[in-house]
C-alpha cells in the first residue's frame, strides 16, 4: 500500500473480537491511516440483527470506517425482482453497535447489495451479490470519487477530515435505527462541498478523539446491566486533538478552538463550553436513564466549533443504554407478549435475566392469516467484557405459517441483561404478528466445570432449583480426547525483507515451532493452540499459520486462528506453526506454546453419578431422577471411568473432555428442560504402568511401594472375618478405580 502510494483500502470481510480497538493488526492498520495518510474502508459484518455485533476490524477499530448495509427500493426491483414496492431499509443481517466500549460501531450507510463478477469456475459472468462485503466496496469507491475532485482542487483532505464530512452530511434513513445506519446514507457530493468550505478551519485536518477518563479510556458510554440504568451516572470525557509524529511545537502552542458542547438527549446533560488546547481538556457528563421506558435508548455528546458551528460535530461521544422490561409474573421469570411486523422490521426487548437462571425456554406463536409464511431472524445475545458476541448469541432463521408455533431453549449468564431481537426478514411481504413467551428455568451447580483426576476421583455436586419446580435426572459423558504436546523445536528466522517488511525499515522475523506426533488410525482430529486461539485483530501477534505434513512430507492441512478438524491417515505426522513479528523478544515467549490436539471418542465414555460419597467409591446406588422443589437443593456425586472404558490410546496426563446435564432431556413428545450443551467436566488420565508377570507373561499393575509392603506384612492365614482389622476390610473391598 505504502509503496504504491494508496490512498484507499477497502476490507470486506472481519470476525468477532473480544477486545474492541486493541491488538497488533489494529496497530498496524491504525498506522497505516495515522502515519501514512491512507483511508481504510471496511465491511461491519453480517451478524445482526442484535445490538453490539459489529465486527472487527472494521466495526471495531477507530481507524477505520465501518459501513452498514443498507438496500434501496430500486435495488428491490432491479436485483430481487421483488413484487411490492418498500421503503429502503437496511438488510436484516447488517451488523449492529455499539461495541463491548460504546463506540457506535458503524460510521456510515452504503448500498449493500450488487450483480457483481465472479470467477469463471462458476459458470457465469456474473452473480448477485450482497453483504457488508458489497456496501464497504461501495462506499470506498465513493471515497475514491471525492478524493479524486479534492486532488484535482488541490483541496488539503485527511483520513479524519473526510470522516467527519462524511458523517456530517450523511442522510437518515427513517426506517433504520442508529445502530444499523450510523449517521446516515452517505452522500458524496455533500461531503466534497463540505470538505471544500472548510479545508482551512482549526483542526479540520487532525482527529478530535473523546474518551471516557475511567473505563480504560472507553470510546463510549455503554450502560447495558440492570444495575447501571436504575440510577444516574456521573462520568467524566477528555477530548484532545492528536496530533502527527513530527508535528513542529510552533503548531501546536498555536492550536486553540473553542468548543460548544450539546447533547442530543435530554436524559443526557453536561456543561456548555470548552477551550481546547494541544494538551486537551475535560467535562463531566450526568446521565440519567432511570426514567426511560424499557428498550434501548441513544445519545450524542458532540462537539461543535463555537465560531463555525455549520462545520458539524467535530468529535461525537456515544452513550447507549438498554432499559430491560418488567416481567409478565411476579418472580421475574416470565416475560410475554405481541408484536406486529412489517417487512424488515426489528423489535427488540431486553430481559434481566434473574439469579438462579441456567437456561431459558423461547416460544413464538404467528398470529398470521392462517397459511401465510413468514420469515423471522431470532437473535438473542447477552454482554460479556473480554468475550465476542459469538460466545453468548443464539442467533436463527424461522419461518412459521399463521397458527404455528415454534419453541426453543438457549443457555443465559444470570444476573445479565438478555436482548431477544425479533425481526421480519426484509424481503418477507406482508404484515405479521407474534405472540411470544420467554421463562428462565435453573438447575444451578455449585460448580460449573468439573474436573476429576487419580487425585479426586469422585466429585461432589450440590444442585439447587431457585425458579421452579425441576425434574432432576444427571447424565456425564466423555466424547473427546485430548493431548497436550511440546514443540519438538523452536526456530526464529528473519523473513526476506523484499517483501516481509514493515514501514521504516522494521524487520519481520518467524517463529517456526515443530510438534510431532502419530495418528493410531484414520480420523478426525482438531489441533489447538490455546495461547493464541481465536484471537486475530485482538492477538498480540496478528495471525498464525500451520500446516500438518505426513511421513513423506505431503502437506495435508494448513489453518490458522479458528481451530477446525482435519481427517488424516494412520502414521506418523509433522504439524509447524508460525508465528510473525518485529519484536524476536516477544517470539521468544511463545518458544514452549503448547498444541493440543483433541480427537472425537468412538464411543462416549459415561461417568456415574451417584447418591453418596459411599456410592461413588463402591460403584453403587446411582442417583434416581427426582423432583426438586422450588428452593430445595440435593447433593450428588460424580465418579471417575472404569478403567475398562477408556480408549486404548489415552496416556498419563491426557484429558478425556465431555458435558454433564442435570435436567431431562427432550424427545419428540417433550421439550428438553435442561441447559442446551449442559456443564463442562473433563477427566485428567492417570498414568498406567504395567509389569510382566514372571508366571503368565501377562502384564499386571505395579504396586506401589506402600502397599507392597502391607502385603508382605500381612500373614500368610487367613484372619477370621469377625477378626479382620477395619483396615484390612476396607482393603479387600476398595474397588479398582
Not at 29 to 44: M, P
Not at 255 to 280: H, N, Y
Not at 285 to 299: K, N, T
Request: glycine fraction near 8%.
Amino acid at each position: 500500500v505504502i509503496e504504491n502510494h494508496c490512498d484507499l483500502i477497502n476490507m470486506s470481510y472481519g470476525e468477532p473480537m473480544s477486545t474492541p480497538n486493541r491488538g497488533r493488526l489494529v496497530e498496524l492498520f491504525s498506522e497505516l491511516v495515522d502515519k501514512h495518510g491512507v483511508i481504510f474502508v471496511a465491511s461491519a459484518g453480517n451478524a445482526g440483527p442484535a445490538l453490539s455485533t459489529v465486527g472487527a476490524p472494521g466495526g471495531t477499530t477507530s481507524a477505520l470506517l465501518a459501513v452498514g448495509a443498507y438496500v434501496s427500493p430500486e435495488m428491490m426491483a432491479t436485483e430481487y425482482t421483488l413484487r411490492k414496492q418498500l421503503p429502503g431499509m437496511p438488510y436484516t443481517w447488517t451488523s449492529r453497535g455499539p461495541t463491548f466500549d460504546g463506540d457506535l460501531g458503524v460510521d456510515i450507510f452504503a448500498p449493500g447489495g450488487a450483480i457483481a463478477p465472479v470467477p469463471g469456475w462458476t459458470l457465469q459472468g456474473s452473480m448477485r451479490m450482497n453483504g457488508t462485503s458489497m456496501a464497504s466496496p461501495n462506499a470506498c469507491g465513493s471515497v475514491a470519487l471525492l478524493l479524486s475532485g479534492m486532488k484535482a482542487n488541490g483541496t488539503p483532505y485527511s483520513p479524519y477530515s473526510v470522516r467527519r464530512a462524511l458523517k456530517n452530511t450523511a442522510r437518515r434513513i427513517d426506517t433504520a435505527d442508529v445502530f444499523a445506519q450510523g449517521p446516515g446514507l452517505v452522500q458524496i457530493d455533500r461531503a466534497f462541498d463540505h470538505l471544500t468550505a472548510h479545508a482551512a478551519a482549526v483542526g479540520e485536518l487532525l482527529p478530535i478523539e473523546a474518551r471516557l477518563a475511567r473505563r480504560s479510556a472507553a470510546r463510549g458510554l455503554y450502560l447495558r446491566e440492570r444495575h447501571e440504568v436504575d440510577r444516574p451516572t456521573e462520568t467524566s470525557v477528555r477530548v484532545r486533538p492528536v496530533f502527527p509524529e513530527g508535528a513542529d511545537n510552533r503548531s501546536k502552542v498555536g492550536f486553540q478552538l473553542r468548543l460548544a458542547i450539546q447533547s442530543t438527549a435530554d436524559w443526557v446533560t453536561t456543561g456548555r463550553f470548552l477551550l481546547l488546547t494541544q494538551g486537551g481538556g475535560s467535562f463531566s457528563v450526568h446521565v440519567d436513564p432511570s426514567e426511560l421506558p424499557p428498550g434501548a435508548h441513544y445519545a450524542e455528546v458532540c462537539g461543535y466549533d463555537a465560531d463555525a458551528p455549520d462545520r458539524g460535530p467535530l468529535f461525537r461521544f456515544p452513550i447507549t443504554v438498554t432499559k430491560p422490561e418488567k416481567s409478565a409474573s411476579d418472580d421475574g421469570v416470565r416475560f410475554a407478549g405481541k408484536t406486529a411486523f412489517q417487512p424488515g422490521q426489528v423489535e427488540r426487548h431486553f430481559v434481566a435475566v434473574p439469579a438462579g437462571a441456567t437456561w431459558a425456554t423461547l416460544k413464538l406463536r404467528s398470529l398470521t392469516t392462517a397459511g401465510e409464511r413468514r420469515t423471522f431472524i431470532v437473535h438473542t445475545l447477552q454482554a460479556v467484557s473480554g468475550r465476542s458476541y459469538r460466545s453468548t448469541e443464539n442467533r436463527r432463521y424461522v419461518t412459521m405459517r399463521g397458527g404455528e408455533e415454534n419453541v426453543h431453549t438457549l443457555p443465559v449468564l444470570a444476573g445479565r441483561t438478555l436482548e431477544v431481537c425479533m425481526a421480519q426478514y426484509w424481503s418477507s411481504l406482508g404484515a405479521s404478528e407474534l405472540e411470544y413467551e420467554l421463562t428462565f428455568h435453573g438447575i444451578v451447580p455449585d460448580d460449573s466445570s468439573l474436573t476429576l483426576s487419580a487425585a479426586e476421583p469422585n466429585v461432589n455436586v450440590n444442585l439447587a432449583t431457585p425458579l421452579h419446580r425441576q425434574q432432576i435426572a444427571p447424565a456425564a459423558k466423555l466424547t473427546t480426547h485430548r493431548t497436550t504436546l511440546r514443540p519438538t523445536s523452536a526456530v526464529i528466522r528473519p523473513l526476506a525483507p523484499s517483501r516481509d517488511a514493515l514501514p521504516n525499515g522494521r524487520h519481520l522475523y518467524v517463529l517456526e515451532l515443530t510438534y510431532n506426533f502419530s495418528q493410531a488410525k484414520a480420523g478426525t482430529v482438531t489441533p489447538r493452540f490455546p495461547m493464541n486461539d481465536d484471537l486475530l485483530y485482538d492477538s498480540q501477534f496478528g495471525t498464525q499459520l500451520w500446516s500438518i505434513f505426513d511421513a513423506s512430507k505431503a502437506r495435508i492441512a494448513t489453518d490458522d486462528i479458528f481451530p477446525g478438524s482435519v481427517k488424516l491417515r494412520q502414521g506418523k505426522h509433522v504439524l509447524k506453526l508460525q508465528l510473525r513479528h518485529d519484536d524476536i523478544m516477544k517470539l521468544e515467549t511463545m518458544k514452549k506454546a503448547p498444541l493440543t490436539l483433541d480427537r472425537p471418542l468412538s464411543n462416549s465414555v459415561s461417568l456415574g453419578v451417584y447418591s453418596s460419597r459411599a456410592a461413588a467409591v463402591s460403584r453403587g446406588g446411582r442417583f434416581p431422577s427426582s423432583l426438586l422443589e422450588r428452593g430445595e437443593r440435593v447433593s450428588l456425586w460424580i465418579g471417575v471411568p472404569a478403567a475398562v472404558s477408556l480408549p486404548a490410546a489415552a496416556s498419563g496426563g491426557d484429558i478425556l473432555l465431555g458435558t454433564v446435564t442435570y435436567g431431562t432431556a427432550g424427545d419428540g413428545r417433550r421439550q428438553s428442560d435442561r441447559r442446551p450443551g449442559g456443564f463442562p467436566v473433563q477427566y485428567v488420565v492417570p498414568n498406567r504402568s504395567v509389569t510382566k508377570s514372571r508366571d503368565s507373561g501377562t502384564d499386571s499393575p505395579t504396586l506401589p511401594p506402600a502397599a507392597h509392603a502391607f502385603r508382605s506384612a500381612t500373614p500368610k492365614r487367613p484372619v477370621p472375618p469377625h477378626h479382620a482389622s477395619p483396615t484390612q476390610r476396607h482393603l479387600d473391598h476398595h474397588p479398582t478405580q
